[in-house]
Nanobody, 123 residues
Framework: VQLQASGGGLVQAGESLRLSCSASGLTLEAFGIGWFRQAPGKEREWVSYRGSRDGTRDYADSVMGRFTISEDVAENTVYLQMNSLKPEDTAIYYC?????????????????WGQGTLVTVSS
């Protein structure tokens, strides 16, 4: 089982990026999928999740209205569209999968983690 987060890069404030979370060995549709981020010197924080049973989506207040989580079931990939990026969005972004379609903001409830992709937003 492997999750792969990709799509990070260096952008200027106000620009957009789309992160991808692809998987091998598991079907993302059956799992709750979360996006987390960790900035230098800070704890890992929850950004967004998508529940598997009813497609519930939610976002941290800091990204509400700017980030959107979506999915391509055929491609077994979950996306995080990030618009209007700010320097404080700079972090390593991780995707994670929770069994039984769990909807949770708690990292310890996620079983599988991708390796992370770096997003750097310059001012």
């Amino acid at each position: 089982v492997q999750l792969q987060a990709s799509g990070g890069g260096l952008v200027q404030a106000g620009e957009s990026l789309r992160l991808s979370c692809s998987a091998s060995g598991l079907t993302l549709e059956a799992f709750g999928i979360g996006w987390f981020r960790q900035a230098p010197g800070k704890e890992r924080e929850w950004v967004s999740y998508r529940g598997s049973r009813d497609g519930t989506r939610d976002y941290a207040d800091s990204v509400m209205g700017r980030f959107t989580i979506s999915e391509d079931v055929a491609e077994n990939t979950v996306y995080l569209q990030m618009n209007s990026l700010k320097p404080e969005d700079t972090a390593i972004y991780y995707c994670a999968a929770a069994p039984n379609g769990a909807i949770t903001t708690r990292p310890y409830q996620y079983t599988y983690w991708g390796q992370g992709t770096l997003v750097t937003v310059s001012s």
